[in-house]
């Protein structure tokens, strides 16, 4: 961190603010490239169920904008430390909670849109996907690149990445498991819109977004997603 500036064990993996009728959750692990550790994932999930609960309140919140803390990472990926030794069961039971926290993530009556700030890998990529728009500084770099560790997406990436790019531009992404600019997820409909600031046009499309009807909204969010599910 800063000189001077000691961050410890106490300071929240998930930050989480509210802006008029947007809550912005800000990832907060930047030493580790705000990676997803168990305890970032389920914190997402107790955000995510508070939406749920106060929803269509009148002053309930209307949109959740996710980012990441610092100028590099939005999410470097899966906290790769917490599969270190672990048994088939365990990393099995680890890939279904970060699978149904994203899917409530998705299924939330808000929009979600994601402030790609910095890298998006892996899992970091695959919580992108699981909102309904994203907006990516230019320099951030995007991928899938699990498969360089003998592995493949987990979290939902086999999936929502072909619904938004198309089956063979996902293929030619996840199977050699490169990285792509941020100007090349906006060609390939990956990415929404390129920011200089992220966060600022996030919370900017937010607020447009919030000054309309919440269950038009969400009745819109389900008429798309269940337009695109087999």
Do not use: C
């Not at 939902?156 to 293929?171: D, E, F, K, S």
Request: proline share 5%; no cysteine; net charge neutral.
């Amino acid at each position: 961190g800063r000189k001077g500036h000691v961050v410890t064990s106490e300071e929240p993996v998930l930050l989480v603010s509210r802006r008029v009728a947007t809550i912005v959750a800000t990832l907060n692990r930047p030493a580790k490239g705000n990676a997803l550790n168990t305890a970032l994932i389920d914190a997402l999930d107790e955000l995510a169920q508070q939406i749920e609960k106060t929803w269509p309140d009148a002053d309930g919140p209307r949109v959740l904008v996710v980012t990441g803390m610092g100028a590099k990472a939005f999410s470097a990926g899966a906290d790769v430390t917490e599969l270190d030794g672990i048994d088939a069961p365990a990393a099995r039971a680890q890939m279904r909670h970060g699978q149904l926290v994203f899917d409530r993530l998705e299924q939330l009556p808000v929009a979600v849109i994601a402030a790609v700030n910095g890298f998006a890998l892996g899992g970091g990529l695959e919580l992108a996907m699981a909102a309904d728009v994203r907006i990516a500084v230019p320099g951030a770099k995007l991928g899938q690149p699990e498969i360089t560790l003998g592995n493949l997406p987990g979290w939902g990436g086999t999936q929502r990445l072909p619904r938004l790019v198309g089956r063979g531009r996902a293929a030619e992404l996840i199977l050699p498991g490169e990285l792509i600019t941020a100007q090349r997820g906006y060609e390939l409909g990956l990415v929404n819109q390129l920011a200089d600031n992220a966060l600022a046009a996030a919370t900017d499309l937010a607020e447009r977004i919030a000054a309309r009807n919440p269950v038009a909204a969400r009745g819109a969010k389900r008429a798309i997603r269940s337009g695109l599910e087999d």
